[in-house]
């Protein structure tokens, strides 16, 4: 009887080494995170390792208990090719994350500001193309 190998996905591979780097970072044992996530410790080993994937439930969970916004698991995760999927297209790249996490710490006059000369650029750019 053959053996069918898995293929980790690099992303739950990243989401999996950011989780274990943050739980040392904490001081916490496997054992310690396992129960504050109510898995058991052998489940935590495959979500460390990439092996299993984390539940979005259980990935909001890990990010409440060691204290990181949920945007900690993907720093430094781009896509080759950004997907389309809707009319307006998500914005990709780490200066998309950067922003993202910085905008909510400014005062609201200056998050204004900045939005609107992220407009006025965005618009400068189609009428560049024209």
């Known amino acids: 009887m053959g053996s069918v190998q898995s293929i980790r996905n690099p992303i739950d591979v990243h989401v999996g080494k950011t989780l ?12 310690q995170l396992a129960a504050a996530l109510h898995v058991s410790f052998q489940q935590l080993q495959k979500y460390e390792y990439g092996t299993n994937r984390l539940s979005a439930a259980t990935l909001f969970e890990a990010a409440r208990f060691l204290g990181v916004p949920l945007s900690a698991f993907f720093r430094d995760v ?5 997907v389309e999927d809707s009319a307006t297209p998500w914005p990709h790249g780490k200066a998309a994350v950067v922003i993202a996490e910085a905008l909510p710490q400014l005062p609201l006059a200056i998050q204004d500001a900045f ?16």
């Open 115 to 130: 939005a609107d000369l992220i407009h006025v650029a965005a618009n400068s750019n189609d009428e560049e193309g024209d």
């Open 20 to 31: 274990r780097k943050l739980r040392k970072l904490r001081g916490l044992t496997q054992v």
């Open 78 to 82: 781009f896509c080759a090719e950004p």
